[in-house]
């Protein structure tokens, strides 16, 4: 037995008498009279701050003194203050989900500047929130228990540290490596800038750490494959390729090695080296246990050989190893996949690949920790030329050449900076100098960029050191005679230099670790326009993604240097354990419910759900899965049956916002823009902040998606006393800008027969700083109105019938 | 094998050799180079671009047009005419409003050009038409190790979205060719360098400049010859070699031969046949033991 | 004392100011083709470095590039570099940005042959119109009457050179004193002259 809505209106000022944000503009006397004056309102109070304590200690008041059970606060927007209502009200025993907000000052008092309009539109916005709220239900905040196991998929320094963090807080972490040891590049690199410290040095002990941690697991040789569940609730499938070593046996001892006949190149090394078939990548690896290449083993190739088993005294080599799927239940993910370099064979002036001598700086790093030499001769270079921005700050490969995003299609280049190539070649040319007696290293570059701590003294002290800088981008590398003519312009003198060089090292530009496309596809997550992770907001949420629960940090997310890789990764296990610390989440309520003695099976529901929500659980039986809808109601209006309702958007509550109290004498011709509650809303709020003015006859409604509107909706709409119709969806939402359009299109078909012009609706999408667009698309349509003149009065009479037969 | 044959304004004057010798070659290997009737002056890369860029666009729609009414792709012996037909060409193609205006003034003089027309090399018909294997089998004189510097100059291979033939860096076409035909390729650094081209006829000390590093370091790799695939490229190369010595007093002496020469010797045609007394700087003595 | 910093043609203070900096230059080399990417620019200074004709330039391309961004367009227009770019494409074939660099010297020496500007090197600007008439005239090149016209009487020595080398060519019969004629006369006429004035305009 639902009790009669008594309804409280309570009008801000926002202000002092006249001067308000509010009072300004809106009369909120003659605001306060229509309320009153409308069916259910038992109380309105103006007052000058309604957020503030003396204000809602008004509130509380109406609520004891007039047994109200609805509350509409005519204020600001609900951005600002909805929680601190909805606080209050429950204060005084009042289900949260029984207030309502007007949204009469970013919305209203700010956009107009006629009083006479903006009070009109005013008692319009107050009237729909009075419909609304008196549809309003109480809902239950509910919260689900969350798995208190993280994942990290990717073993570099940033996985390491993010696992590290998270296990000394106390979370079971799974570490996910494709190779079969952790370490990442790091592990590649020398010394380090601005520091000098030995990344071995720095990287081995938390290797170490890792291994034993009780918390961490280690899953080496490992790929995910599928990504299951809801924030708080992940299922991760995870495919282990065999190592064919048994692990728990091996001593790395190397005996193996020793004996195998296979030599390859080693990808450790990156080719400046070789390995065996059955080999340790280096001889920190963690987890230590050997591993088979199954692609050059003459076992695994040819059925012959088998001579590392026979030489293993651990017995540990075992050539049956399977491949093995795994299942984990976690309740958040990181994401820290690395980075990969260029291929500089793109460069073709730089004639990498032509001759020995030319390396990438990755492979120049390995030559230093194993004795600088070059490759060609082994003998000790004297003149090394560090070349930087290979591959790198390009918009295209040369003229009318396309550019992608630096993996590996041809004419491919990286637009945005390294962020690492003048710092590694500064230091990579002292530790040369350090090597090697009567060293001459030259570097070239276009701008040294030296933005971290201590990194202008580095380059200020080398300078001194006697590292020759030319300012000017390469233009060419030509082999000649057993050396290296490389040719740059000294800008700044505008005069070309060539000289002869032992070895050219290429600073290749930093792409994103291939598969994370298909990696962000399986999580749910974004990249951005560089190909790499994109983050939740630029600035205020640097290792957030867009899915709940799932963070990303270090190189994932674009090129940075170690230091900064250490501070992302500190802030994602932060971030993680915030989520899953409280060991429950919030499930919103605002979710779709389907009326299991209307639905008929028919399945077009689960079709349109954007959230893959809705499953059929039998041959009868479809259901809504609270915990994946994300209340976005666009099943509702599908439902051919009326089986659907969406949690605080109910169809009475729409339709009752749809209504509304129309004031006694309104604007002509009127529009009602329907806009997505949240990207779409902060936009027009934002128009608001701007003081952005439009027209007066706009009257907004907050929907949870434009898909939540329908053909019953639209001709309430018009049979209200509306002219023209706009639908704004948020350009993030997941019913994007091409279902925005279909849906718009087949409204304008379904709505023709009751003799409304298809030009009475108007859609678009929006992001927040867009809003001129919302603003300008508001004003056109009104052009477009004007000329067209209101909906012709016999046929808004007879939509009204035929809205009975509507069902 | 028939193609539209635009041979350029230099083909029948300053490099008359490279005319003859790619017809006697031509014949040996089956191909048909139908002349174009009537062609006009392609617009010369910058000549007249820089004068007046529509109409030199024009310039080169008229013989696109002409080769479409033949039905034939142009195949040109002249690196610079490649790229300036290819570029009128790929103009075309993306620009409507330049092809609406280009059209209007082709209809007024009775022509039109529907865009079916591929602008080629000579060099990419005798690399991907003919074939390597077709050339070799028609090798008859032994080149015997005769060490040649190929030179590939610029408009061959660049812009590589223009003409999109090799590699602009490192490419191998000729290479390949003078491989085919048993000469064996010097290794030298300057091979897609700038002789300096139309500087030639306008400011011939900047062109000698640049041409005179090319020919030593091309002497400087023990080259016997050089062989090129482009008129002014040859010009400046071979009939200007005797200024350039004496201006930077260098001894140069090496021969430039047009690759079409070397292949008619390596196909046992006689040196009148080829044209090779049209040379500037002599043959002769490159040549004498292997003329049959 | 006068100043030896080759900018300083700029004004008497010798510095620049906004007052030479003309905005319209830039505007009108931005709508020129090529030169729509003009501002990508990031001066990394790769096309200088390919350019090998750049010893014979007052200015690298590069620095071209850097007084189209400020407008100078007086230094522009009178350079030798425009003159000198051989268009041989080794710069725009690097460049990060992907500028058509030899295009943009087109167009420039287009600006400079339409605004009689004129250039340090004084054959150039008549090689152009020189080509033009006689390709108008005959539809194909005539080598000799191209010598003729673009000789310097004011250098006799070039001159001297000049045809000594143009009887060598005559010599091996690579030089046809008898001009070409193209046989559709009417067509290609009305052809080149229309096309002329379309693209003047």
Not at chain 1, 339 to 347: K, T
């Amino acid at each position: 037995m639902n009790p009669e809505p008594k309804i409280g209106v309570y009008i801000c000022r926002c202000g002092c008498d006249k001067e308000g944000n509010i009072s300004a503009t809106v009369d909120v006397e003659k605001l306060k009279e229509a309320a009153a004056a409308m069916p259910g309102v038992k109380a309105a109070e103006v007052y000058e701050f309604v957020c503030s304590n003396p204000g809602q200690q008004m509130i509380r008041d109406g609520i004891k003194q007039h047994k109200l059970n609805r509350i509409v606060v005519a204020a600001c927007s609900p951005r600002m203050h909805l929680e601190t209502f909805r606080r209050n009200v429950k204060q005084e025993g009042l289900n949260p989900y029984l207030l309502e907000i007007a949204n009469i000052r970013e919305q209203c008092s700010w956009i107009h500047e006629d009083r006479k309009l903006a009070t009109i539109k005013a008692i319009d916005l107050v009237g729909r929130a009075v419909e609304r709220a008196r549809n309003l239900k109480p809902l239950e905040e509910k919260t689900v228990k969350v798995n208190r196991d993280a994942l990290v998929i990717g073993g570099g320094i940033a996985g390491i540290n993010a696992s590290i963090e998270l296990a000394d807080k106390g979370f079971q972490v799974y570490l996910v490596e494709k190779g079969p040891s952790v370490g990442g590049h790091m592990a590649q690199l020398g010394k380090t800038f601005p520091t000098l410290d030995c990344s071995s040095c720095i990287i081995t002990p938390k290797m170490v750490y890792v291994a034993q941690h009780p918390l961490i697991k280690i899953l080496s040789l490992s790929e995910v494959t599928k990504v299951e569940g809801m924030p708080g609730n992940y299922k991760i499938t995870i495919t282990k390729r065999p190592r064919s070593v048994d692990a728990s046996k091996c001593t790395a001892c190397g005996e193996c090695s020793r004996k195998c006949p296979v030599t390859v190149k080693s990808e450790f090394e990156v080719g400046m080296g070789q390995r065996k078939a059955i080999y340790q990548p280096f001889r920190q690896a963690v987890p230590s246990a050997y591993y088979i290449d199954r692609e050059h083993c003459l076992y695994f190739t040819k059925g012959i050989c088998k001579v590392c088993q026979k030489f293993c005294k651990a017995s540990a080599v075992d050539f049956t190893q399977q491949e093995e799927t795994i299942e984990l239940n976690v309740g958040a993910i990181v994401v820290s996949t690395g980075y990969e370099l260029l291929d500089p064979h793109y460069v073709k002036q730089y004639s990498y690949g032509l001759h020995p001598d030319i390396v990438t700086h990755l492979q120049f790093e390995r030559l230093l920790v194993q004795g600088l030499h070059r490759p060609s001769t082994g003998e000790q270079p004297k003149k090394i030329a560090f070349i930087l921005c290979v591959g790198s700050r390009m918009t295209q490969n040369g003229v009318g050449n396309g550019n992608g995003n630096g993996n590996g299609e041809e004419g491919d280049a990286c637009e945005y900076c390294c962020n690492i190539g003048c710092m590694n070649a500064i230091k990579e040319a002292y530790v040369f100098q350090k090597e090697v007696p009567d060293a001459d290293p030259w570097v070239f570059y276009t701008d040294i960029r030296a933005h971290g701590k201590g990194y202008e003294e580095f380059y200020a002290r080398l300078r001194n050191h006697g590292v020759r800088f030319v300012r000017g981008r390469t233009a060419e590398v030509m082999p000649h005679n057993g050396s290296l003519r490389v040719r740059a312009a000294d800008t700044l003198l505008g005069l070309p230099i060539e000289e002869d060089f032992d070895m050219v090292v290429l600073s290749a530009g930093l792409t994103p670790s291939q598969g994370t496309d298909n990696l962000a596809r399986m999580v749910g997550i974004h990249t951005g326009s560089d190909g790499f992770f994109l983050e939740r907001h630029h600035k205020l949420r640097p290792v957030d993604t867009q899915r709940e629960g799932v963070y990303a940090c270090g190189c994932a997310l674009g090129p940075k240097d170690i230091r900064e890789t250490i501070t992302e990764s500190m802030a994602a296990a932060s971030h993680v354990a915030s989520f899953l610390g409280k060991g429950e989440v919030a499930v919103s309520s605002e979710v779709a419910i389907i009326d299991d003695k209307k639905c008929d099976n028919c399945e077009k529901c689960i079709t349109i759900c954007p959230a893959r929500a809705i499953v059929k659980t039998s041959e009868t039986h479809v259901e809504i899965n609270p915990m994946s809808c994300i209340g976005c109601g666009i099943c509702v209006p599908v439902c051919p049956k009326n089986a659907i309702d969406l949690n605080h958007n109910t169809e009475a509550q729409l339709m009752g916002q749809i209504r509304g109290n129309p004031p006694k004498e309104d604007l002509s011709p009127k529009i009602v823009a329907f806009i997505e509650k949240n990207t779409a809303y902060a936009a027009a709020d934002l128009a608001g902040q701007t003081r952005s003015q439009y027209g007066a006859n706009v009257r907004i409604v907050s929907v949870p998606s434009v898909g939540r509107v329908g053909l019953k909706h639209m001709l309430q709409v018009f049979a209200s006393g509306a002219d023209g119709v706009a639908l704004i969806e948020g350009e993030d939402s997941s019913f994007t800008g091409d279902k925005v359009r279909e849906h718009l299109t087949r409204l304008k078909k379904e709505l023709q027969p009751y003799g409304i012009e298809s030009l009475r609706l108007v859609s678009t999408t929006t992001t927040i700083p867009q809003y001129p667009k919302m603003v300008e698309t508001f004003e056109v349509f009104n052009s477009r109105l004007f000329k067209m003149g209101p909906l012709s009065p016999k046929v808004r009479s007879e939509i009204e019938k035929k809205l009975k037969e509507v069902q | 094998m028939k193609y539209a044959y635009f041979p350029g304004c230099s083909i029948h004057t300053t490099a008359r050799e490279y005319g003859v010798s790619s017809q006697a070659v031509s014949k040996v290997l089956g191909i048909e180079l139908v002349e174009i009737p009537d062609w006009n002056c392609c617009g010369a890369m910058d000549a007249v671009y820089a004068y007046n860029p529509l109409l030199s666009i024009s310039l080169s729609a008229r013989n696109l047009a002409l080769a479409e009414k033949m039905k034939m792709d142009i195949v040109t012996l002249c690196s610079a005419c490649f790229f300036t037909l290819s570029r009128a060409n790929k103009l075309l193609h993306e620009d409507s409003e330049l092809k609406g205006k280009v059209d209007k003034l082709l209809t007024e003089s009775g022509l039109q050009y529907s865009g079916e027309v591929k602008v080629r090399h000579y060099l990419d018909v005798l690399l991907n038409d003919v074939g390597l294997e077709n050339i070799s089998k028609n090798v008859k004189v032994k080149l015997d190790g005769l060490k040649v510097a190929p030179y590939y100059g610029c408009m061959l291979i660049r812009p590589p979205n223009v003409v999109n033939f090799d590699d602009p860096e490192h490419p191998t076409s000729l290479d390949k060719i003078v491989e085919a035909i048993g000469g064996k390729n010097v290794d030298y650094m300057y091979k897609t360098r700038c002789c300096g081209a139309s500087l030639g006829l306008t400011e011939a000390d900047v062109m000698m400049g640049m041409t005179k590093d090319l020919l030593l370091e091309a002497k400087n790799s023990n080259a016997d010859c050089i062989v090129v695939p482009c008129p002014l490229c040859h010009l400046n190369m071979d009939a200007k070699q005797k200024s350039i010595e004496s201006t930077f007093d260098v001894k140069i002496g090496i021969p430039i031969v047009f690759f079409t020469q070397l292949m008619g010797v390596a196909f046992g045609i006689s040196p009148k046949e080829l044209a090779l007394d049209k040379n500037c700087v002599s043959t002769d003595k490159l040549f004498k033991q292997l003329h049959a | 004392m006068k100043a030896n910093n080759k900018h300083a043609a700029a004004n008497d203070r010798h510095v620049i100011t906004a007052q030479m900096l003309d905005k319209t230059f830039l505007a009108e080399v931005m709508k020129m083709k090529g030169g729509q990417d003009v501002q990508d620019c990031i001066q990394c200074g790769v096309c200088a470095g390919s350019c090998f004709a750049s010893w014979a330039m007052d200015f690298t391309p590069m620095q071209i590039v850097r007084m189209l961004h400020l407008g100078m367009k007086e230094t522009v227009l009178s350079s030798s570099t425009i003159w000198v770019c051989a268009s041989c494409y080794t710069c725009a074939t690097r460049c990060p940005r992907g500028l058509d660099i030899p295009m943009i010297m087109s167009g420039l020496k287009n600006i400079a042959i339409k605004e009689n500007i004129p250039a340090k090197i004084q054959i150039k600007p008549k090689f152009h119109k020189s080509f033009a008439d006689i390709v108008q005239k005959y539809g194909r090149i005539h080598e000799p009457e191209l010598f003729l016209k673009i000789s310097n009487k004011t250098a006799p020595k070039t001159m001297m050179q000049d045809a000594v080398f143009g009887l060598t060519l005559l010599r091996k019969g690579k030089l046809k004193l008898k001009a070409p004629k193209v046989e559709q006369k009417a067509q290609w006429s009305s052809l080149f002259k229309n096309a002329s004035k379309e693209g003047a305009q």
